[in-house]
């Protein structure tokens, strides 16, 4: 479970994070959606501790992420934005690197990568280096290393990016099986129907701050829309930035 | 979930093992860093100095061949330059353009009144044509000058004495030339830049390590999952660092090796080196050069975090090659005694200590572990500054 409440941050003269406030649950997709620039990256790299927030709390199952980020970074599977890979490592290789990092040990990290390799449909790729590798098995790879530690909490930035249609649907897959065990998915979008068809909880972000929260039909009934369409464009206040 | 808490107290030696892994995949690595930087200085040093002695000793020793033109006008003159040894060469068509174009170094011409002005006892006429920018042709010059002068005075001598004059009283004042070169002064300047090229070694082989692991990670979108860890900037930059430092030293291993090999090749006794180096001496050697591959990784990696792309990063690196240079141009300039400071100083004591010990001469062990120490302090100072770098919050955001 990740909570975060009241969350600020600043860049200069730039206020990208006006307090921000939300709760993950486990054993639910949430999805921070909003235009391009409205903070959603930015709250999540505070979350995960890349950045210190100015104001705010955060909590990973328990573990305050401030006092103690390390403890809260083992409790977290991350996919950034960046995904860059190593590429004359292989796609095994580059998800036993995060393990190690991870501090798993050799029986556990082998279990743990072979799983994920099945589990991904990456076994035709993971003893080729990543260099070449198509942006889905790129995602793939990436998508293998943040999970390698088996983290109860999955972060994912704009995961289905430059993605193709396979892809997504194996990504999506693939998301509500982790949900299925039980653990609390986080994701961010642009693109209100990769939100719709997944996410249990949405959380509207515009401008830094959150615009709404609640389930499709919540929101739905909030707005006084019967197209969730309508009432996100209305939630946010323009239809500038957000993809259909 | 299964956890050590030790595998992520060692978190950079996990680091350390998957760059060194990986750069040893990489060719460009593998060539800079065994090949071509180990290998460079000890090359080009053993073909200048080649070059310098071989062309030194060849002037002055071999037999002094001669193009002289109006040989009929002065029989007995070029008569008695063959018999000092001149190997003298049939006359050229055009004298002035042979010299321009540097195909004869010197073209001796008689003029055709010498034979007149001669039986007049008036002073004959001998042209010398060379090129005085010429450095090579400086050796064959003097030489030829010798001999005329040579020749002048004996005859001179001879003809005061037919008249009854003794021929010392022409020389009011003696100036006797005792030059006090030596091989190894005229090779000074060439021995002083010999420290900087195994110093050097060491940046080309941390080079291309020490831009992966800042500017090559940002360019590549790597940086950020790295730095979402549970291991901290500082215990990762450590191991990218001692990643670089070690292609740094195995360069520079392989650099001082090849060169003590090499040593047997080219004629280094002539500059007052000891040919026969033994495991001792490369064993001080060794210690007086390693701590530079700390010292080049720490500050290639503070440089190159500067650079958001490998491209920037490589042309900043660039120019810190030439730092290493500093103390041996200064030697090389003004090749006095070292000052007791620069026995210590980073750079500094590497470049006296080397050429100490290349001498031959003793260098206290105290000196050398204090130098080693200095060095090593200034790159662990700046090791310091690199994890400072990483700690930016800048950095994790790629900007």
């Given at each position: 479970m990740i909570e975060v409440e009241q969350l600020t941050k600043r860049f200069g003269a730039v206020e990208a994070v006006r307090g921000v406030s939300f709760t993950a649950a486990d054993g639910r997709i949430t999805g921070l959606l909003g235009p391009n620039g409205a903070g959603k990256t930015t709250t999540l790299r505070l979350l995960y501790t890349l950045l210190r927030p100015d104001q705010g709390r955060i909590r990973v199952d328990e573990v305050d992420a401030l006092a103690d980020p390390v403890a809260a970074r083992a409790r977290l599977g991350v996919l950034p934005d960046s995904r860059g890979l190593y590429r004359r490592l292989s796609a095994r290789e580059n998800i036993e690197y995060f393990g190690r990092l991870q501090g798993l040990d050799a029986v556990s990290l082998r279990q743990h990568t072979d799983e994920l390799i099945e589990r991904l449909g990456m076994q035709d790729i993971a003893a080729r280096p990543t260099e070449g590798f198509s942006q889905g098995q790129r995602v793939k790879t990436a998508i293998a290393r943040a999970l390698v530690h088996q983290p109860q909490n999955l972060v994912l930035d704009e995961?289905?990016?430059?993605?193709?249609v396979m892809a997504t649907r194996a990504l999506r897959r693939f998301l509500l099986e982790l949900k299925a065990e039980g653990r609390c998915i986080l994701l961010s979008s642009h693109i209100m129907q990769e939100v719709a068809a997944l996410c249990d909880h949405i959380v509207i972000i515009a401008q830094g701050r959150v615009a709404a929260a609640g389930s499709p039909d919540e929101l739905r009934a909030q707005a006084g829309e019967s197209s969730l369409e309508e009432a996100f464009v209305k939630l946010i206040g323009s239809e500038e930035g957000l993809a259909a | 979930m299964k956890r050590t808490a030790t595998a992520i107290g060692t978190g950079w030696w996990t680091v350390f093992v998957k760059e060194v892994r990986e750069n040893l995949r990489d060719k460009r690595v593998l060539v800079a860093a065994l090949l071509y930087g180990p290998l460079l200085g000890p090359v080009l040093f053993a073909a200048m100095m080649g070059f310098i002695l071989g062309k030194q000793q060849e002037e002055s020793t071999k037999p002094l061949e001669l193009p002289v033109m109006g040989v009929e006008h002065a029989p007995g003159f070029v008569d008695w330059l063959r018999r000092q040894g001149v190997v003298v060469e049939p006359p050229l068509d055009d004298a002035e353009a042979a010299i321009r174009e540097q195909r004869e170094d010197v073209v001796l011409r008689i003029s055709a009144d010498y034979g007149s002005a001669w039986s007049q006892g008036q002073p004959a006429r001998v042209d010398l044509l060379f090129d005085s920018s010429r450095l090579p042709a400086q050796t064959k010059v003097s030489r030829v000058e010798a001999l005329v002068q040579g020749y002048a005075s004996t005859t001179a001598s001879l003809r005061l004495r037919v008249r009854g004059v003794d021929p010392s009283l022409l020389n009011a004042v003696q100036l006797v030339r005792q030059d006090q070169s030596t091989p190894q002064s005229r090779g000074a300047m060439l021995l002083a830049m010999l420290p900087y090229f195994l110093v050097l070694s060491a940046f080309v082989g941390g080079m291309y390590l020490a831009i992966d692991t800042t500017a090559g990670e940002r360019e590549r979108a790597s940086l950020e999952p790295l730095l979402i860890t549970p291991v901290s900037r500082a215990r990762i930059m450590s191991g990218k660092l001692l990643a670089t430092a070690l292609f740094a030293l195995a360069s520079l291993v392989i650099c001082v090796i090849a060169f003590v090999v090499s040593m047997r090749f080219i004629p280094v006794a002539e500059l007052g080196l000891s040919v026969d180096l033994g495991a001792a001496t490369l064993a001080q050697l060794l210690l007086v050069v390693a701590p530079i591959a700390l010292l080049a990784s720490s500050a290639q990696t503070v440089v190159a975090s500067f650079a958001k792309s490998f491209r920037e990063a490589q042309t900043y690196l660039q120019f810190l090659l030439l730092i290493p240079a500093i103390p041996s141009i200064l030697f090389a300039i003004n090749p006095t005694r070292p000052e007791p400071w620069m026995e210590i100083a980073p750079l500094f004591s590497q470049a006296v200590h080397i050429n100490q010990l290349l001498r031959g001469d003793p260098v206290g062990l105290a000196t050398l572990l204090l130098a080693a120490l200095v060095t090593t302090a200034l790159a662990t100072l700046l090791a310091g500054v690199a994890v400072r770098l990483y700690q930016r919050e800048q950095l994790a955001l790629g900007g």
């Open positions: 995961p289905t990016n430059g993605l193709d | -």
